[in-house]
């Protein structure tokens, strides 16, 4: 394994990981619900009656904020070294796997843990372990 030190970027990182973190905590203290995206997603997708305008709301921002900063600044270049076909598979598979998890990396991973939840630990600890099992498998057995 190699760093590419040319696109290393802690200082960028670290104020991301605190904007997201400032964001969970602003977002459950004027709300008080998770900002898990998940379940923000599944929700809307299940018509709720009176609950979806902070959804549709909250998914705008999520997706309107990249295209607010790349009409201002350069976006960096994003790399997907992936087909179509398998893009949809991951992302059905990511989706039911959140649904059976009660959660996301977002919801048991910045909020859950934040707020010491052992079934969001134990979440948390299942995503990474599946996601390095998917990585080794992935580089090491297939290719």
Known sequence: MQIDWNNFTPWASLAGGMLIGL???VFVLFNGRIAGISGILGGLLEWPKGDVAWRVAFLA???????????????????IDADFPTLIIAGLLVGVGTRYGSGCTSGHGVCGLS??????????????LAGFATVFVVRHLIV
């Open 23 to 25: 964001s969970a905590a």
């Open 61 to 79: 921002g999520l997706i309107g904020a990249p295209l607010l900063y790349g009409a201002v600044l350069t976006l960096p270049e994003v790399r």
């Open 115 to 128: 707020r010491m939840s052992p079934r969001s630990l134990v979440a948390t600890c299942a995503f990474m």
